[in-house]
């Protein structure tokens, strides 16, 4: 993996272009406009393209402004049927470092969950949940690591996946989530393994995939239902999967993942 650049790391030009930015946008008064390892992550997701990142981050500011995101930390509080029944949380981290957030999200039940909840809950809980991991997740990672951290691997579990994960009700829902994510958290991922995908996840897929940036589609790898996760066929090591992850706790991911086999790419 290659570390994320930071101003120590960029090129000359590179500095000049975050120095723009940084004077362009000193207007919005904000402290996303002023810190400058925030504007390096947003000229990196846009591929160093100026103009495209100004756009972007203000657009960026604007939103936060409108839905309170700035303080959601301390006003937000998760409802109880989210925290409950929609899986996937931080569990350890990786072998660079970074965060380790499971989601298994075969195992939600779209049709009571959509019952219980409503669609400003959910998209406040992913936004409660990305403002956690900036402001908390990733500077504790930080800390321990001893290094700059500031993405996350995510491992999706598939196993479950079923038709009713593509009824339109929920595709509209998950489609929302995705987008806000996308516009507003850009280069937070850093490696992202699908496992158990049934051969239904193609169709969920090409649902999701248009809504990805070309830069968060290079960093999904899908792999079979039948395949071993050996950490030496992965470009990116997640975590040795032979022995125990590391977490406080020291547990297994066969302990979490029982049909958690072995692996191949999935075409």
């Known amino acids: 993996m290659v570390d994320a650049p930071t101003d120590c790391t960029l090129s000359s030009e590179k500095k000049e272009m975050v120095d723009r930015l940084y004077v362009k946008l000193q207007d919005l008064n904000h402290d ?7 504007l390096i992550r ?6 160093w393209n100026e103009a495209e990142a ?3 981050l203000r657009a960026h500011i604007s939103w936060r402004r409108e839905h309170e995101v700035d303080t959601i930390l301390s006003w937000y509080r998760m409802p109880e049927v989210i925290d409950k029944y929609f899986p996937g949380g931080i569990c350890g981290e990786d072998k660079e470092g ?12 779209p049709k009571s969950f959509l019952k219980a909840t409503n669609r400003l809950e959910f998209l406040q809980s992913r936004i409660f949940q990305m403002e956690h991991i900036l402001h908390v997740t990733l500077p504790e990672a930080t800390a321990r690591a001893g290094k700059e951290i500031d993405q ?5 579990d598939m196993q479950g996946l079923g038709l009713k994960h593509l009824s339109p009700s929920w595709l509209s829902l998950v489609g929302e989530a995705v987008t806000v994510i996308e516009s507003n958290y850009p280069e937070v991922l850093g ?9 239904l996840f193609s169709r969920l897929y090409s649902f999701v995939k248009p809504l990805l940036s070309k830069a968060t589609q290079e960093k999904v790898q899908i792999l079979l239902v039948t395949s071993l996760f050996l950490n030496s ?6 975590v040795l999967l032979m022995g125990m992850m590391n977490t406080p706790n020291r547990l297994s991911l066969n302990f979490i993942f029982p049909s958690f086999s072995s692996t191949q790419m999935y075409d």
Not at 152 to 156: D, F, G, K, N, W
Not at 191 to 199: E, K, L, Q, S, T
Not at 233 to 238: I, Q
């Open 32 to 38: 996303q406009s002023s810190s400058r390892p925030n």
């Open 191 to 199: 490696a992202c393994f699908v496992i158990n995908a049934p051969p």
């Open 233 to 238: 066929m992965l470009s990116t090591a997640v």
């Open 152 to 156: 996350l691997t995510v491992i999706m």
């Open 54 to 56: 100004e756009k972007m």
């Open 42 to 47: 947003w000229l990196r997701s846009r591929n």
């Open 98 to 109: 970074r965060p380790l957030f499971i989601a298994p999200i075969g195992r939600v039940d």
